[in-house]
Structure formats: C-alpha cells, structure tokens
C-alpha cells in the first residue's frame, strides 16, 4: 500500500475568538469523550507500539495517530476560543478503560475503521447543533480527514486478510 497522506490537502479554516459556550459544550465529547480524539490518539498509539514488527501497520497506525493529534489540538484552541476550557470530558472525565486494547491486527483494524464511522456520526450530529459556522466549517473539514482514515484502514484490512 502506497500511503502518503493522512490527511486531506484543504486547510483547516481558522476559528475566530468569539464567545459561545454552547459551542464550546457541543465539542467538548468530540476532543475528550470515550469517542473523541483522544481515545483515537491513544488507542493508535497502543496499536502501532504493539505493532512495532509490522513496519507498514507501525508507521500507518502511528501517522493516523498523528493527524488525530492536530484534530485534538485544533478541537481544544477552538473550545478555548469559544470561552470553554479544553477538559479532557464527554460527559465523564476521560480515562484509559476508553482505548481498544484489542492486539489482533484484522479485528482492531476492523474495530478502528468502526470508530472512525462512529467520529463521523458524532461529528455530523454535532454540526446540527452548532451556532458558529466557522467551527462548522473546522468539523466538516476534520471529517474529511476521518473519511481518509476509513478508506486508509479498509485497504489496510484488505491487505491483512489477503496476503501476497
């Protein structure tokens, strides 16, 4: 597999400091919730240390990993923005029982390309609620990246499961 983007090629639109609380609550389960960045941070992290052997499925899982950081990090500047503080929360203090500690490589690679349908689904449901449409636009752009990851996983798995 040939994979050199983790990321789509549009930037990342710039969120301008204005306050909104409501906002900033909307996004906080996307950064810091069971579902959010970053458990997807962590989980990928676990999956590419354990896959050290495998240098593809390493260097795949560490890259993806590394995009979810910026995502992370965008989500968080634009919580702050918004007038929130970027708590590591859904609607629980975030905690290590949230990563996938699956170590089959087919079954967590199926397992990552079903989080990232699930991101998507909290994201579009997110974006019905939001007030700002910069913070839209910066969750519709995100998506884009996670579409990426499924299409990046599914090869991925395809792969795994054929072997030449």
Not at 19 to 41: F, Q, R, S, V
Request: glycine share 6%; proline share 4%; aromatic share 10%.
């Amino acid at each position: 597999m040939d994979i050199t983007k983790f990321a789509s090629e549009l930037p990342y639109p710039e969120i301008i400091p204005v306050e909104n609380l409501h906002d900033a609550k909307l996004l906080m389960p996307n950064y810091g919730g069971a579902a959010g960045e970053l458990t997807a941070i962590l989980t990928y992290s676990y999956q590419a240390y354990i896959s050290w052997q495998d240098e593809s499925l390493n260097y795949i899982l560490e890259h993806i990993g590394i995009a979810e950081m910026h995502h992370h990090e965008m989500l968080g500047e634009a919580i702050y923005k918004l007038g929130g503080y970027p708590i590591m929360a859904g609607r629980n203090y975030w905690n290590g029982s949230y990563v996938d500690y699956t170590v089959d490589p087919i079954r967590f690679i199926e397992k990552n390309i079903a989080g990232e349908e699930l991101a998507i689904l909290n994201y579009e449901r997110t974006i019905l609620n939001l007030q700002e449409e910069q913070v839209k636009l910066l969750i519709e752009r995100i998506i884009l990246d996670e579409e990426l990851h499924i299409k990046i996983f599914k090869e991925l798995l395809c792969e795994l499961k054929n072997p030449k």
